[in-house]
């Protein structure tokens, strides 16, 4: 091999490693922002949370939270009945996969 060639391969591969390296780290910069993102918004969730516990005197007491779990049981009781069942005759069958074709001999 000719020197110029050694020189533009080892020039591509690292270019490709540039590449690959890069990639990677705005991976990485997106999920530690989208997890910085999800922190604060728990965070504020939690203040607001106890806010709301500070602000009505039945939270002291957890009168509220059984009131909440109740329509939260009867919410979810309204997804819980069974889906009816479609006739066979409605079902679309699956079109077959093409068998791939012998050759032909000439």
């Not at 910069?29 to 965070?43: D, T």
């Not at 106890?50 to 939270?59: A, G, L, V």
């Amino acid at each position: 091999m000719k020197n110029s060639t050694k020189v533009k391969a080892a020039l591509l591969l690292t270019s490709l490693a540039c590449a690959a390296g890069a990639t990677a780290a705005l991976i990485l910069l997106q999920k530690k922002r989208e997890e910085e993102v999800y922190h604060e918004a728990e965070l504020k969730a939690m203040d607001e949370l106890e806010q709301m516990m500070r602000e009505d005197p039945d939270c002291g007491t957890c009168a509220c939270a059984e009131e909440c779990a109740a329509a939260d049981a009867s919410y979810q009781d309204t997804f819980d009945e069974e889906i009816p069942e479609e006739d066979e005759e409605d079902e679309v069958e699956p079109i077959p996969a093409a068998e791939p074709e012998a050759p032909t001999e000439e």
